[in-house]
């Protein structure tokens, strides 16, 4: 499956910005999809994943709340709505793909979109 960030910009803390991730290839609703994002000098964390369906969801305890994920298996997109951003939330954004669910490390997703930044001043 090939992935395509698109979304990203320049916002001010308190904002709100909608990523997505489209998807070509292979059947889109047989992988869990996720997000992750890298900082500056840092290393590439989970941000939230899907199930397959999109009846389930999992976020980390940093953007629980404020994030939103959700897929439209139709039209082959994923895609992250984020609220009440935070200078801290500034990071390239990635979406990825992989068949196993709940997965959360970075290592574990096979497929990676090109990443998509997203900086919040304050």
């Known amino acids: 499956v090939q992935l395509q960030a698109s979304g990203g910009g320049l916002v001010q803390a308190g904002a709100s910005l909608r990523l997505s991730c489209a998807a070509s290839?292979?059947?889109?609703?047989?992988?869990?999809m996720g997000w992750f994002r890298q900082a500056p000098g840092k290393e590439r964390e989970f941000v939230a994943l899907?199930?397959?369906?999109?009846?389930?969801?999992y976020y980390a305890d940093s953007v629980k709340g404020r994030f939103t994920i959700s897929r439209d298996n139709a039209a082959k997109m994923v895609s992250l709505q984020m609220n009440s951003l935070k200078p801290k939330d500034t990071a390239v954004y990635y979406c990825?793909?992989?068949?196993?669910?709940?997965?959360?490390?970075?290592?574990?997703?096979?497929?990676w979109g090109q990443g998509t930044l997203v900086t919040v001043s304050s």
């Open positions: 990825a793909a992989d068949s196993r669910w709940y997965r959360t490390r970075p290592d574990d997703y096979g497929y």
């Open positions: 290839g292979h059947t889109f609703s047989l992988y869990v």
């Open positions: 899907i199930s397959y369906s999109g009846s389930s969801t």
